[in-house]
């Protein structure tokens, strides 16, 4: 896995340096160039990958694993051993973690349209 501050040095570095030559040439201090220009185009960037690395989290991490995915077969065994219908209840467990990753996939696409409008104007 590559570490997150890869992702961010990357978006740092992928910044042209005529970015910085502008801002310099408006005055701009170095705290104000980075506050208003870099980190903006950076964040652009960087987007996507961080939010790749988030739905891998959520997917593959031993909390999820152990304690959620645990958790909901839990109560779909008691669920499912009152109604006798356990194939029924494991396609509805499939289905909310599908709709959970489903919908952190949506919400990075919104962020990243959002920040692609702004960045138009």
């Known amino acids: 896995l590559v570490p997150l501050a890869e992702y961010y040095r990357a978006a ?51 909390l999820a694993a152990m304690i959620t995915v645990s958790e909901m077969f839990m109560h779909a065994k008691i669920i499912a051993g009152a109604n006798q219908d356990y194939m029924t209840i494991y396609i509805m467990i499939a289905i909310i973690y599908w709709l959970v990753c489903c919908a952190l996939g949506w919400l990075e696409q919104v962020v990243e349209m959002h920040l692609n409008h702004v960045a138009e104007r």
């Open 12 to 62: 740092l570095m992928g910044v042209s340096k005529t970015q910085f030559e502008s801002a310099k040439a408006l005055g701009l201090s170095k705290w104000k160039t980075m506050r208003y220009v870099v980190f903006p185009q950076a964040f652009r960037v960087v987007l996507p990958s961080l939010g790749n690395v988030s739905l891998d989290m959520f997917k593959g991490t031993s």
